[in-house]
Antibody
Framework: EVQLVESGGGPVKPGGSLRLSCATSGFTFSDNSMNWLRQAPGKGPEWVSSISTTSGHIYYADSVRGRFTISRDNAKSSLSLQMTSLRVEDTAVYYC????????WGQGTLVTVSS | DIQMTQSPSSLSVSVGDRVTITCQASQDIKNYLNWYQQKPGKAPKVLIYDASNLETGVPSRFSGSGSGTYFTFTITSLQPEDIATYYCQQFDILPLTFGGGTKLEIK
């Protein structure tokens, strides 16, 4: 069974940093591109970032480029998102998702940016 | 970015109803489209992938069709547990983009 478990969310002040992690199992992690998506309260999902299987290709939404960094550890089947210079508008549930189509999502971790 | 126009945004339904949701892409996305169901406080769950393929374990009352720019999602006989918000999502070109969602409510 495919499992993705996010962690690392929590409250943070504007300008602060957080590192999200996604532990995976049930599939060959190194064969799959991976994604981070988010969903602000009461809004639809929004793509944040994608990383290819060997980390050779990395993409970011314009809204987070230069502030967020995606990375992966194929040996540990894990995905990370380092978030810096956080803004109030970054408040959302953050999900990791498997594959180019982001077909399978974890349960999410809530990031709240507030003073 | 590819714009996904989903309609309707909300629908008042009764158990047993046939429900159809449409999604139009701003350019040809071939069949690179997923349909998700989301219940409050839960992550989106894929029901249909590649426009028309039923995800394993998903009841056969759910179906999807279309290619290119026009797609439809159908629930043939709505069950109480189907009350949720549904999203289409294209994955032909980054950024991945979503329709605005269709919220089903009981009539």
């Amino acid at each position: 069974e495919v499992q993705l478990v996010e962690s690392g969310g929590g409250p943070v002040k504007p300008g602060g940093s957080l590192r999200l992690s996604c532990a995976t199992s049930g599939f060959t992690f190194s064969d799959n591109s991976m994604n981070w998506l988010r969903q602000a309260p009461g809004k639809g999902p929004e793509w944040v970032s994608s990383i290819s299987t060997t980390s050779g290709h990395i993409y970011y939404a314009d809204s987070v480029r230069g502030r967020f960094t995606i990375s992966r550890d194929n040996a540990k089947s894990s995905l990370s998102l380092q978030m810096t210079s956080l803004r109030v508008e970054d408040t959302a549930v953050y999900y990791c998702a498997r594959g180019g189509g982001a077909q399978h999502w974890g349960q999410g971790t809530l990031v709240t940016v507030s003073s | 970015d590819i714009q996904m126009t989903q309609s309707p945004s909300s629908l008042s339904v009764s158990v047993g109803d046939r429900v159809t949701i449409t999604c139009q892409a701003s350019q040809d996305i071939k069949n690179y489209l997923n349909w998700y169901q989301q219940k409050p406080g839960k992550a989106p769950k894929v029901l249909i992938y590649d426009a028309s393929n039923l995800e394993t374990g998903v009841p056969s009352r759910f179906s999807g069709s279309g290619s290119g720019t026009y797609f439809t999602f159908t629930i043939t006989s709505l069950q109480p547990e189907d009350i949720a918000t549904y999203y289409c999502q294209q994955f032909d070109i980054l950024p991945l983009t979503f329709g605005g969602g269709t919220k089903l409510e009981i009539k």
